[in-house]
């Protein structure tokens, strides 16, 4: 077995870029949702309840996330404040499912640029200094916007399967892993490793399935929304004990708190540490 992709989502619930090499950091892949969009009370903005956050395209320079949309042009802020440049950021409180945390506020150039696109008020927020998330189950390991736990990923296999029992297929991306791996010997071979290897020098360890909900039926470009995959998922993916999840995929704390990955990079399961 083998990583076939890596992912990052700068900003939670915006469109993902692949990578060829990712570090790892103190909250997961460098890069990965570092950045969250907020309504005017500091509640989460995502997919689920805005599907036109699929549409806003995500860059990065080394200084710099560019958001850009179709027919709404770009804006761009810091990756990281210069205080000397811009003063101190004006920190925030926000609310990540039932987390609040410590934020810094974007400014108003992205908020109007957000606020328009979205048709309704929003700002963008980053991880500052004041930052703090643990892991709900792992209250040693940090998070950072993710809905839960630091990594994700999904076997080739386990969509392959998926898609040998829909009328038409759906990519890899409706999912928003961080790792695929290649060349798993069954469907959802992810589910039952307790630990694994990337490469040499890289370990994780499972952090239980992902539920998944209403965004896998969107398209990650035109923020279109259907059923599928989500109702086929569910005549087969219920998790037992509790029907009302459907799983897909499998959540990961990494271990090792520095190191990179690469596509290419082995993949060997591990027992229990």
């Known amino acids: 077995m083998h990583v076939s992709g890596l992912y990052i989502y700068p900003v939670k ?5 692949a990578c060829d090499v990712i570090r790892l950091d103190d909250l997961g892949f460098e890069h990965d949702r570092r950045f969250l969009v907020v309504d005017r009370e500091g509640q989460f903005l995502t997919q689920r309840g805005l599907p036109q956050m699929a549409r806003i395209a995500t860059q990065l320079t080394s200084a710099d996330l560019i958001l850009s949309a179709p ?3 770009r804006v761009s802020v810091r990756l990281t404040p210069a205080s000397a440049e811009t003063g101190t950021p004006r920190r925030v409180s926000a609310v ?3 987390d609040g945390v410590e934020a810094d506020d974007c400014g108003e150039e992205s908020a109007e640029w957000l606020s328009a696109f979205l048709g309704q008020p929003a700002r963008l927020v980053r991880i500052g200094n004041a930052y703090r998330r643990p892991v709900r189950k792992s ?9 839960a ?5 999904i076997s080739q296999s386990s969509l392959d399967h ?8 759906v990519p890899m991306n409706r999912f928003r892993p961080n790792l695929v791996i290649a060349g798993a010997p069954t469907p959802h071979a992810e589910d039952a490793w307790p630990r694994v ?3 040499l020098e890289v370990v994780l360890r499972a952090g239980g399935p992902c539920g998944r909900c209403v965004v896998t039926t969107t398209d990650q470009f035109t923020g279109e929304r259907g059923v599928e995959p989500l109702r086929t998922l569910a005549t087969y993916r219920r998790r037992a004990g509790d029907p009302a999840n459907v799983d897909f995929g499998q959540n990961l704390i990494h271990e090792s708190k520095t190191g990179t990955l690469r596509i290419g990079d082995p993949v060997t399961p591990l027992a229990e540490g």
Do not use: E, H, M, Q
């Open 162 to 169: 998926l898609n040998a029992k829909l009328d038409t297929p």
């Open 149 to 153: 736990y630091p990594l994700l990923a």
């Open 71 to 73: 027919g709404a042009g």
């Open 13 to 17: 619930s915006c469109r993902g870029l």
């Open 96 to 98: 990540v499912w039932r």
């Open 139 to 147: 209250p040693s390991d940090s998070v950072a916007f993710n809905d």
């Open 197 to 199: 290897r990337i490469g």
